[in-house]
């Protein structure tokens, strides 16, 4: 059994602000890795603004996908391990927990890979909310 944990939107700007603050601390290895390659710094970026009020949307979630691509890019475990973090830190202000830009709500895929809307996904179709 689990106990469902909703976020406010002031919740999750707060721990976006922390895994942006942490991401910063590694970016430098992804960096030393590649120093041509800004996408993991971009999606940073984008954590801080969102965790300083700016909106969720479009820019967390392309900057968060391309910090992930450039994990891909890097050459040592400990370089890719830095473009995760943020990514990890752009996908912080996407949680679920706080629905499709609406605190509070439940995410309408929450049942995931356990239930009828994972598996529609699997086949490239859309699941439908509960």
């Known amino acids: 059994m689990s106990a469902e944990v909703v976020l406010s939107k002031d919740d999750l700007r707060a721990v976006t602000g922390f895994a942006a603050a942490s991401a910063e601390t ?24 969102f965790a300083r009020g700016g909106e969720r949307g479009k820019a967390l979630r392309d900057t968060a996908w391309a910090a992930l691509k450039a994990a891909r890019s890097a050459h040592t475990a400990a370089g890719q391990e830095a473009a ?14 706080a629905g499709q830009g609406h605190p509070g709500q439940a995410h309408p895929r929450r049942r995931g890979a356990c239930g009828e809307g994972g598996r529609a996904g699997h086949r490239g179709e859309r699941g439908r909310p509960p």
Request: glycine share 10%.
């Open 26 to 49: 590694v970016l430098g290895i992804f960096e030393a890795d590649q120093p041509d390659d800004s996408r993991p710094r971009e999606a940073i970026g984008a954590a801080w603004a």
């Open 84 to 97: 995760r973090a943020a990514m990890a830190a752009a996908g912080a202000g996407l949680s679920a927990s």
